[in-house]
Nanobody, 122 residues
Framework: QVQLVESGGGLVQAGGSLRLSCAGS????????MGWFRQAPGKEREFVAG????????YYADSAKGRFTISRDNAKNTVNLQMNSLKPEDTAVYYC???????????????WGQGTQVTVSS
């Protein structure tokens, strides 16, 4: 079992930056691919960024490319999402999740954090 806890969300003006962190626990944390998803009110949960179990591969939604960076430190059991040049449309609850293999599909993720709110004002 893997437990995930997100932090770092908050209110920021358009053009600003935030760094989200996901702290994991469990003996097998480093064996999982990790992903960030987000969900805005009235919208479906959508993929934002993913990273392979060893950090060798990263992948992003088109909306995140060039602005967001996902990283992980398996020695510390953490995954981060650096978000720059934030836009009002980035406003959502952001979730950290773990999967057995890299994927952009929420259904393939086995463990989820509680989410952290990100609000971007115009």
């Amino acid at each position: 079992q893997v437990q995930l806890v997100e932090s770092g969300g908050g209110l920021v003006q358009a053009g600003g930056s935030l760094r989200l962190s996901c702290a994991g626990s469990g003996r097998t944390f480093s064996m999982y691919a990790m992903g960030w998803f987000r969900q805005a009110p009235g919208k479906e949960r959508e993929f934002v960024a993913g990273i392979s179990w060893n950090g060798g591969s990263t992948y992003y939604a088109d909306s995140a490319k060039g602005r967001f960076t996902i990283s992980r430190d398996n020695a510390k059991n953490t995954v981060n999402l650096q978000m720059n040049s934030l836009k009002p449309e980035d406003t959502a609850v952001y979730y950290c999740a773990a999967a057995y293999s890299s994927s952009s599909r929420a259904a393939e993720y086995d463990y989820w954090g509680q989410g952290t709110q990100v609000t971007v004002s115009s």
